[in-house]
């Protein structure tokens, strides 16, 4: 489904945010590519699952489209930022990582500017275990997540306008799961 996501919309770089060993990376990494996509970003936490990960991208040829980073989301993302290695706003960015981080990484990207008009959101894992918070920024109108941040520590960037869904999937042990799949349209003044 992922694949047919990059496919559709084209992404120039995709982040990801939880990387383990590179199986996500190398498979949507090459998608990326195919689609015309420049640099793929797997962020992964453990240094051991990187390298892992690292060695894999290299042996399935994706060395100058992927690069793995070490550290946690924010970390992953902030170094990227700091440095210059990420555009001014990403094409998508992929959630499957720890799975309470979803909205704060999402919303230190708005804050990035790293999201706006066109870009894709995915989070994976929307039933196992399931994330209700990031859902509900999600698919909040724009006067909802404004009263949202109002009491939060995290803001985000409440003037994003997003139309997201909800995709029904399954995991490779049978069992049911999904995605949820965001779009930016725009900024609401």
């Known amino acids: ?47 051991l699952f990187a390298a892992v990960a690292t060695s894999l ?61 066109g870009t894709v959101l995915v989070a994976d894992n929307m039933i196992l275990p399931g994330n209700p918070p990031y859902a509900e920024w999600v698919r909040a109108s724009v006067a909802e997540k404004r009263e949202i941040d109002r009491d939060s520590e995290e803001k985000g960037k409440a003037d994003l306008q997003y139309i997201s869904r909800f995709v029904e999937s399954f995991e490779p042990s049978g069992l049911k799961d999904a995605l949820e799949i965001t779009e930016c349209v725009g900024v609401e003044m």
């Open 57 to 117: 991208v290299d042996l399935a040829g994706l060395r100058d489209t992927v690069r793995v980073v070490v550290g946690s989301g924010a970390e992953g993302i902030q170094r990227l930022h700091d440095e210059g290695s990420l555009p001014a706003q990403v094409g998508m960015t992929f959630f499957d990582h720890h799975k309470p981080s979803y909205t704060a990484d999402l919303k230190l990207c708005e804050r990035l500017g790293l999201i706006g008009k």
């Open 1 to 47: 489904m992922v694949a047919a996501v990059i496919a559709q919309h084209k992404p120039a770089t995709v982040l990801e945010l939880g990387g383990y060993i590179g199986y996500s990376a190398i498979m949507f990494g090459s998608a990326m590519r195919e689609a015309g996509g420049k640099k793929y970003y797997s962020i992964e936490k453990s240094p």
